[in-house]
C-alpha cells in the first residue's frame, strides 16, 4: 500500500476510512474542517456507499452518530474545540451508553486563537465525562490513534476523544497505512436500557462507569502511546511533553549533555504511575503542554511538595498560544534560535477585512446610514465573516459571543430597555443555533429587527454548503412565527442603499420582531460560477 502525504486532519479521516466507517458528521471549523472535506472526496473517488455530510450544528452532528453507533456501525464525528460545548449536552450524556459501532470524536483545538474566541483545552471535556482522550503528536500517529480510538470504543463500549491542535491540523507528513478493516454491518442494539437516560437507568450506567475507571488507568499505564525513558543518572530534571511539544522537546535533548528523564503522555487519564517513577529520581519536573496546564495541576495534586513543578502556572511555559522550539528551549535553559527578521519591519498592522466587493459590506452600509439618527443603537452580531463588521470602515457591530448568539443578546438588550436594537446573523449561524433564539423572541413579543445575512454558502471555514438552501429560509422564520408583514428581503448593491436603508428604518420602528433577510451570495461563489461558465 502506498504511502500518503497528508494533514493531520486528513491522518484522521484516512485512518476512520481503515478503521471500517460507514459515516462521519460534523460542522466546518477551524481548524478541524478538512477531516470531513477529505472523507466526502473519498466518497466520490472510491467508496460512493460512505456518508461524509456537514449538519446543521455539532450537537446534532453528534447525535446523529450516537444513532449510528446504536445501530452497529462506526461513526465518526468531527468540530472544533468550540464546537464542542455546543456538542456538550450529547456527548456528556451518551457516555453511560453502552456503544455498539465504534463512536470516535475528533476535536481540534485551536491554541492562540488563530480563528477563535478561545483556546480552551478538549482534553478536560474527556476527563469532564470519564472517558478516553488521545492526543496525537504527528501525523502518523493521528492516523494510527483513529484507528485505535475505535478499537477501543468498540471493546471499553465509549466514545473515545482524539484531540487535535492547529499544527497537527495543518501540517503534512508521510503517513505509512496499516491493515484495513472490514465495515460492520447493520446490527441494532436491542438493549433499550443501554439506550435510555432515564435516571434509574442512568445511575445503573454511571456505576459501570465508573468501574470501569481503573480499567482505563491500566491501559494508559501500559500504553506505548505514554512512553516512559528513565536516565538514572540525572537526579536533578525530568521532563513531561503532551502533543506536539514532544517533538519540540526530542530536538532540544540532543544538546543536554546530562539528558532528563522524559516521559511523554499521549493516551488519558492520566498514567499515574509512571508520572511518579518519573519524578521520584528528580528535583524538579518541566511540563511542557500545549492548552491549559492540565497535566501540571494534576501532578500538584499527586507529587510531594518538595519536588518543584515547572509550567505554565508559574510562567516557565507562556500560559497564552501555541507551542513552539524557543518555548520549550528557554523551559530547559538552552539558547533560543537567532530570530531571522524580515527584509522589511515596521509595517503597519491591518486588521482583517471584509473581501472586496463582499454583499455584508453593502448589507452594514445600510444598516449604519439607518441608524445614524440614534445616539446609542446596539448591535449583537454572530460567528462568521460578518463579525468582520467591528472593524473600520463599518464599526458596525457591538458583540460577537458565539454561534446563534447574536439572536438571543438583541432579546437581552430589547428587555433590558434598549432601542433601536438589530441583532445581526448569518445564514448558516443562524441554521445552527439562531432559530432558538429568534423562537425566544417571537414568543416573548420583543421590539427587535433581525437581519439576516445570507451569503448562500458558509464562506469562513472554506465555502462549505449550507445546511438550507437560501430560498427556504423565509419558509423558515415564518414557521418560527414571525409576522410575513414584517419579513423583508434587500438585496444588498451599492445601487440600493437608500431603498435598503428605508426598509432598515421602517422595521427597526415597528413595535415587534421583524426579520430582515440581506441576500447576495459570496463574491467567491459568483467568481466561481462565472470562470466555471
Ligand atoms: S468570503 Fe465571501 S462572505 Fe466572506 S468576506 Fe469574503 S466575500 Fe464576504
Same mark, same amino acid.
Given at each position: 500500500m502506498s504511502d500518503l502525504v497528508l494533514l493531520g486532519d486528513e491522518a484522521v479521516s484516512q485512518g476512520a476510512i481503515d478503521a471500517g466507517i460507514s459515516i462521519a458528521y460534523g460542522y466546518p471549523g +477551524?481548524?478541524? +474542517? %478538512?477531516i470531513i472535506e477529505y472523507l466526502q472526496e473519498w466518497k466520490r #473517488? %472510491? &467508496?460512493?456507499?460512505l456518508v461524509a455530510s456537514w449538519c446543521s450544528n455539532e450537537k446534532t452532528a453528534y447525535e446523529a452518530a450516537v444513532a449510528v453507533s446504536m445501530m452497529g456501525k462506526r461513526s465518526l464525528v468531527t468540530m472544533k474545540h468550540v464546537g464542542l460545548n455546543v456538542a456538550a449536552d450529547a456527548f456528556m450524556n451518551s457516555i453511560g451508553f453502552t456503544i455498539n459501532g465504534g463512536l470516535v470524536l475528533a476535536v481540534a483545538d485551536d491554541p492562540g486563537m488563530h480563528s477563535s474566541q478561545n483556546e480552551q483545552d478538549s482534553r478536560y471535556y474527556a476527563d469532564f465525562a470519564r472517558t478516553v482522550c488521545m492526543e496525537p503528536r504527528n501525523q502518523q500517529e493521528a492516523y494510527e490513534m483513529t484507528k485505535e480510538a475505535f478499537h477501543l470504543s468498540e471493546t471499553l463500549h465509549l466514545p473515545v476523544l482524539l484531540k487535535l491542535t492547529t499544527r497537527i491540523s495543518h501540517s503534512r507528513a508521510v503517513v505509512k497505512r496499516g491493515p484495513i478493516r472490514e465495515k460492520k454491518e447493520l446490527n441494532p442494539s436491542r438493549d433499550r436500557h443501554h439506550w435510555t437516560n432515564l435516571p434509574f437507568l442512568s445511575r445503573q450506567n454511571y456505576e459501570v462507569l465508573w468501574q470501569q475507571r481503573t480499567e482505563l488507568v491500566t491501559i494508559s499505564e501500559n500504553s506505548d502511546y505514554n512512553p516512559l525513558i528513565i536516565? /538514572?543518572?540525572? +537526579? &536533578?530534571l525530568a521532563v513531561i511533553t503532551t502533543g506536539l511539544a514532544y517533538n519540540y522537546y526530542k530536538e532540544a535533548e #540532543? %544538546?543536554? %549533555?546530562?539528558k532528563p528523564s522524559h516521559l511523554h503522555i499521549?493516551?488519558?487519564?492520566? /498514567?499515574e504511575k509512571k508520572i511518579r517513577a518519573l519524578a521520584q529520581r528528580a528535583k524538579r519536573v518541566i511540563v511542557i503542554e500545549e492548552g491549559y496546564p492540565y497535566v501540571e495541576r494534576f501532578l500538584k495534586g499527586i507529587l510531594p511538595l518538595e519536588i518543584q513543578i515547572d509550567g505554565k502556572l508559574n510562567d516557565t511555559i507562556p500560559h497564552l498560544g501555541e507551542i513552539n522550539p524557543d518555548i520549550c528551549r528557554r523551559a530547559l535553559g538552552l539558547p533560543v534560535f537567532e530570530a531571522v527578521r524580515p527584509?522589511?519591519? &515596521?509595517?503597519p498592522g491591518r486588521p482583517p477585512q471584509l473581501c472586496?466587493?463582499?454583499p455584508h459590506t453593502d448589507s452594514y452600509k445600510a444598516l449604519n446610514k439607518a441608524l445614524e439618527e440614534y445616539d446609542h443603537p446596539v448591535v449583537t452580531s454572530d460567528i462568521?465573516?460578518? +463579525?468582520?463588521?467591528?472593524? /473600520?470602515?463599518?464599526? *458596525?457591530?457591538?458583540s460577537c459571543l458565539d454561534m446563534g448568539a447574536s439572536v438571543s443578546m438583541a432579546r437581552g438588550a430589547a428587555e433590558a430597555g434598549a432601542h433601536p436594537v438589530v441583532g445581526v446573523i448569518g445564514d448558516g449561524t443562524f441554521m445552527h443555533t439562531g432559530i432558538q433564539g429568534l423562537v425566544d423572541m417571537l414568543s416573548a413579543g420583543n421590539r427587535v429587527t433581525l437581519l439576516i445575512l445570507d451569503n448562500?454558502?458558509? *464562506?469562513?471555514?472554506?465555502m462549505q454548503e449550507t445546511?438550507?438552501?437560501?430560498?427556504r429560509i423565509v419558509e423558515i422564520v415564518k414557521g418560527c412565527g414571525a409576522d410575513p408583514e414584517h419579513i423583508k428581503i434587500l438585496k444588498p448593491l451599492p445601487k440600493n442603499l437608500e431603498e435598503n436603508t428605508a426598509i432598515i428604518k421602517g422595521e427597526i420602528d415597528y413595535d415587534g420582531v421583524s426579520v430582515i433577510i440581506s441576500a447576495r451570495e459570496c463574491v467567491h461563489i459568483t467568481k466561481k460560477r462565472l470562470s466555471k461558465r
Open positions: +477551524t481548524p478541524s +474542517t %478538512e #473517488k %472510491e &467508496d460512493h456507499s536516565h /538514572p543518572d540525572n +537526579t &536533578d #540532543k %544538546e543536554l %549533555e546530562n499521549s493516551f488519558y487519564p492520566m /498514567p527584509p522589511i519591519q &515596521d509595517l472586496r466587493g463582499c462568521g465573516c460578518y +463579525t468582520l463588521g467591528y472593524f /473600520p470602515p463599518h464599526n *458596525a457591530i457591538h448562500s454558502i458558509t *464562506a469562513m471555514t472554506g445546511i438550507v438552501d437560501s430560498s
